[in-house]
């Protein structure tokens, strides 16, 4: 499949990096103020070089990305909530033109899922969305492949920064503000880590899950979802928790009761007390009990397996 | 699609009840001695009753359901090895009538694997097998959407009976033969319970998998694998192990050394302690780190979602 690949971003240089192996060509790579074009494929470690030494992938217009030829449009410009834009229309535009959208980006899925999936029913193009949900863990095609009229709830730990900074506080007795700082000076947190330790990542996950599940009956947006994050765990209440044999996890929740991403207590040594970066997304199936799928949330390189798992299950056009 | 279903054992039946909620028709159903056919779809609670009642799914021959109309064939007689037969023969008649063949069965998978994927390229028809790999646990279309190139080695706990034995000797301090019994009476053991307690049912997985991985660079069968099972571990290993924060799983191992299936010794608190029957698969990835896949292995209805997720994967014919 002919890939453009719109944002730069550690997601849109990995799967330009690592989409030849999987037998697929880059024909443009968009980032906001530029971009590299060519229907015979870019030449992509040029590319990427370039984006290094100038901050520019190309001399093209990042219009030129939309206009041109390709078979699947990548999206994976940063996450915007409300209108997702301008997301949501470069996947429109890809959509209008017959064409495939692969999506990193969560906004358009979480805040304008229903209008998504009517674009695509009016397209020759499918949209997917994996790497939205789960970084390379594999949820939604699982839930696919399962079916989802068979799947009654999901729940899991949905991000990493979250996740780290809590498995911290509780290895090390530390209090919050302390630890951020540790993640941050480390890179698993960001300057503003508003986004990762309120909940709001977590949350859209969930959304998204919550709409896949629903097959259309309902459809959620960031708003529909209650949220608590981790700005107000004290450290006692991770030593009362290790006492018990528990300890504090941010966990999202999907069920007909609608989403739920909140701090919850978690077995020291049950399935949700994954450590450090590492998500899980459990199933609770019709016939199969429960299915728990877990791994890296987030990265560059991982989250582009997922977009190119995707890609994989695309029909020729 | 329209379901043949030779085998009317758990996963059989449970492939039968499932499939009308899954939008299948069962147009036959046979079982050792006689078959249930109806190109309009079969009365499957009927057949299901007079299985009960008199043994017998049907009063058409089993040939009746090979020979009819179908789309896909379900191949769900028991494991036999070597020649594999008579599943081998089931899948080659589906293939050469140009359908489609769903496999439980681990035999044509495990002892005939190049042959069979001789026949499917000679046929309008494809296999898949998800269900002879870990129930439950989607481990195959995991592999298939990541790419087996991009699967580096795959560990875990395939085979439930001999983990729950092992769990229960570790939990309750009881020996080997103690603990078997127990697992017998409880159903969770046969009364041979050598496939299980042995390592070959795990084994066989381990070389189905092995088998997807190489992608045609080379066929193993069981007798490639390396095997120990459980029978000969004392209790005293588990208390010993146990002393040092760690414990005693039957792990299957596939890399580019081979197969191999024998008690190994685990984190007690890490991924592959699972505990009773619950499976667990571990892929090593080249671009994404580790996966996790746990959950219930075994079963009739659990294989049998199995078998319907790959169905819902089979292109129309």
Chains 1, 2 share one sequence.
């Not at 330009?16 to 999987?22: D, M, V």
């Not at 590299?36 to 030129?64: F, N, Y």
């Not at 805040?111 to 949820?139: C, K, N, Q, T, W």
């Amino acid at each position: 499949m002919r890939l453009a690949i719109v944002g730069s971003g550690a997601v849109g240089r990995s799967v330009a990096e690592l989409a030849g192996g999987y037998g697929h060509t880059v024909t443009a790579l968009a980032d906001s103020g530029s971009a590299a074009v060519d229907t015979d494929g870019i030449d992509v470690a040029a590319a990427l070089e370039r984006k290094r030494e100038d901050g520019q992938v190309g001399t093209a217009d990042p219009e030129d990305a939309l206009d041109g030829e390709y078979d699947v449009l990548v999206e994976a410009t940063p996450t915007t909530l409300g209108d997702a834009q301008p997301g949501f229309g470069h996947v429109r535009t890809a959509l209008e033109r017959d064409r495939h959208a692969v999506l990193g980006n969560k906004g358009p899925v979480a805040e304008r899922y229903d209008e998504l999936r009517d674009l695509e029913a009016e397209s020759a193009g499918a949209i997917r969305f994996e790497a939205a949900v789960g970084g390379a863990i594999p949820v939604l095609s699982t839930v696919e492949d399962f079916g989802p009229d068979n799947i009654v709830a999901a729940r899991g730990v949905l991000n990493g920064t979250a996740n780290f900074v809590l498995t911290r506080m509780a290895a090390e007795g530390l209090d919050y503000e302390h630890v951020l700082a540790e993640a941050q000076d480390m890179g698993v947190a960001e300057a503003d880590p508003s986004f990762d330790v309120e909940g709001t990542d977590a949350a859209l996950k969930c959304v998204i899950l919550a709409n896949v599940l629903a097959q259309g009956e309902r459809t959620y947006r960031l708003e529909d979802a209650e949220v608590e994050g981790i700005t107000d765990v004290p450290g006692s209440a991770l030593e009362l928790a290790h006492e018990d044999g528990r300890t504090v996890r941010l966990i999202g929740e999907v069920s007909s009761d609608g989403v739920r991403v909140g701090p919850r207590l978690v077995s020291e040594h049950g399935d949700l007390a994954v450590g450090g970066t590492t998500n899980i997304v459990q199933l609770e199936t019709d016939h199969a009990g429960r299915l728990n799928l877990s791994g890296r949330g987030a990265g560059g390189p991982e989250t582009a397996t997922a977009v190119l798992s995707d890609v994989g299950r695309l029909p020729e056009l």
